[in-house]
């Protein structure tokens, strides 16, 4: 692997560096306190092109690989996960089922606008019986002439308050899983209540029901009963964005811990001067260094081609653990400000949590590994 980046990924990454350091990390804490979502921001990265990165140019996209997105990721979720989870989620998640396998129509009426953030995407698997375990969603839909009727009820769905349309999982029998855009304006769907959280609040979830919900054959966005086999196909770069976002929080952490440690004076002198501070500022910039290596490494490896599974669970399961460590860490060099709404390390503390959940959780991760080592 060439470690070098190439001086378009250079240019990219410093645009989107400087959008973060101008107009979102300022605002960060704010957007967090309010906790709607961030539409303004949501906007000014949808202006720069994020959210057509990973798609071709035919149909709105500029075709980038995995390793600049990822560069990308980290640069938002530095400034606010809350931002970079909303923005994460229209350009890979919510809209790679419409790419991938939606008609020109489709295409044009629902994945153009969203990519360029005049129409909000999600996705809905986790259901209030069915998280890790996929295969035990109870949502169904069932043929009605040639239409399909849909019923259940998601939860934890993200962007679903603010959402255009929904790309809903069900059960086509008791095996087969299929995937349906269900647009917001269908009778039958009803956005509940949004789920109040410890992080990344400004990434909207809500609960999200179906009853009777009847959209058009095509709608179904896979063959059916393909819905996981497609899936498969986003998984490990859904895992790789999550270890990005995750290495992204704690880089933001570092550097507030970095410079607060520059400017807090005890003892007669700056905290950094002690050997024990530095000590643990080394340890948190190596660390993330690492994570952030596994995270490109993956994603260089999905730019390949090659197989990817372990790989990009590896630096998931890493990446997001060390995350949390680091946030910690920058905490601990804060003492009571890093326990203090007015610095952005309690926030990226909270935060960083959900990059431990999104994509799989560290034991499923860890399963996953065990797999490709053991059989
Ligand atoms: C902020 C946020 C946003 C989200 N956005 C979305 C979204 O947009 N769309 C969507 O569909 N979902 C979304 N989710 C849901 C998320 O994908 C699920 O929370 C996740 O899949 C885990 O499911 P669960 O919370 O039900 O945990 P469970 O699956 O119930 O797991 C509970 C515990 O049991 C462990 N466990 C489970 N199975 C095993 C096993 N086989 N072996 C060992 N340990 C096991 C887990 O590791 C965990 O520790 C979101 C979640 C959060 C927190």
Known sequence: MDFSLTDEQDAIRDTFRRLVDEKIAPHARQIDEVAEFPWQAFKAVGQLGFFGMRYPEHVGGTGHDVVTYCLVVEELARGSLSVAAACTMQSLMGTYFLYRCGDAAIRDQFLRPALTGDRVGTICFTEPGAGSDLSAIATRARRDGDDWLINGQKT???SAPVADFFTVFAKTSDEEISP????????????????????????????????????????????????????????????????????????????????????????????????????????????????????HYGAWREDQGLSNR???????????????SVCDSAARVLASYGYAEEYPVERHLRDVRFTLIGGGTSEILKLIIGKELCG
Request: charged share 25%.
């Open 156 to 158: 934890w769905i993200t």
């Open 180 to 295: 349906f855009l269900v647009p917001r304006e269908t009778p039958g769907l009803a956005v509940g209540r949004k789920i109040a959280k410890m992080g990344v609040r400004a990434s909207v979830t809500s609960e999200v029901f179906l009853d009777d919900c009847r959209v058009p054959g095509r709608y179904m966005l896979t063959e059916e009963g393909q819905g996981r086999r497609v899936l498969d196909e986003i998984l490990d770069k859904i895992r790789l964005m999550t270890g990005a976002l995750a290495v992204g929080a704690g880089q933001g952490a570092l550097e507030a811990a970095l410079q607060y440690a520059g400017e807090r004076v005890q003892f007669g002198r700056p905290i950094r001067a002690f050997q024990a501070v530095k000590m643990r500022l080394a340890e948190m910039a190596t660390q993330l260094e690492a994570a952030r290596r596994l995270v």
């Open 310 to 324: 372990q790989q990009a669970a590896m630096a998931k399961l890493f990446a997001s653990e060390t995350g949390l």
